[in-house]
């Protein structure tokens, strides 16, 4: 690793049946991320992900980029924007990439960039890997 590396670029898609299964994993059924009428009618664009969802989504990005779970030392990020997600089989895309910031001899910083319909969606990402020990 290297400082200013980018890293591959790693997309997910979410889908309205991927938003209740994650209600049930978290028991949070609030309901702007199920009922469309409720997320309109309080301002928002529609039923929407769920913020740690998304935030997951990112800590999934960097296990790939860390090789295995536990090479994530530390995730810190904000909740920027919503993430829309249509009532149709396609749902949206959530496209994570990193860059390499600093590189010690444990460890790598890594700033974090989580996009929806090119919005981001996460700011102030970032986080440490360990090495890759092998």
Same mark, same amino acid.
Not at 15 to 29: E, I, P
Not at 46 to 61: E, K, N, P, Q, S
């Given at each position: 690793?290297? /400082?200013?590396?980018?890293? *591959?670029?790693?997309?997910?898609?979410?889908?309205?049946?991927?938003?209740? @299964?994650?209600?049930?994993?978290?028991?949070?059924?609030?309901p702007i991320h199920w009922s469309e009428?409720?997320?309109t009618k309080v301002g928002l664009p529609?039923?929407?992900?769920?913020?740690?969802?998304?935030?997951?989504?990112?800590?999934?990005?960097?296990?790939?980029?860390?090789?295995? *779970?536990?090479?994530?030392?530390?995730?810190?990020? @904000?909740?920027?924007?919503?993430?829309?997600? *249509?009532?149709?089989?396609?749902?949206?895309?959530?496209?994570?990439?990193?860059?390499?910031?600093? &590189?010690?001899?444990?460890?790598?910083? &890594?700033?974090?960039? /989580?996009?929806?319909?090119?919005?981001? &969606?996460?700011?102030?990402?970032?986080?440490?890997? @360990?090495? @890759?020990?092998?």
């Amino acid at each position: 690793m290297e /400082a200013g590396q980018q890293l *591959p670029t790693q997309t997910y898609r979410v889908t309205r049946a991927d938003l209740v @299964r994650y209600a049930g994993a978290s028991g949070d059924f609030n309901p702007i991320h199920w009922s469309e009428r409720f997320a309109t009618k309080v301002g928002l664009p529609g039923v929407i992900a769920h913020g740690m969802f998304t935030m997951a989504l990112a800590g999934r990005a960097l296990t790939t980029w860390a090789g295995a *779970p536990d090479g994530v030392v530390n995730v810190e990020v @904000r909740f920027t924007r919503p993430v829309p997600v *249509p009532d149709d089989d396609t749902g949206t895309e959530i496209e994570v990439s990193g860059v390499v910031e600093q &590189v010690t001899d444990e460890s790598f910083g &890594v700033s974090i960039t /989580a996009t929806c319909d090119g919005q981001k &969606v996460l700011g102030r990402a970032h986080a440490i890997l @360990r090495h @890759r020990r092998g």
